[in-house]
């Protein structure tokens, strides 16, 4: 593995993670103020 790969496979996880947080946050988020 190149360096240019490590960097670019970090990106991808990183914004990976990121978004599922987001999302999982998100949605936790909408159904409590659903529930309301």
Do not use: K, N, Q, V
């Given at each position: 593995?190149?360096?240019?790969e ?31």
């Amino acid at each position: 593995m190149t360096t240019f790969e490590t960097y670019y496979l970090a990106i991808c996880l990183s914004a990976f993670a990121g978004f599922g947080i987001a999302l999982a946050y998100s949605s936790w988020s909408w159904d409590s103020h659903a529930r309301r």
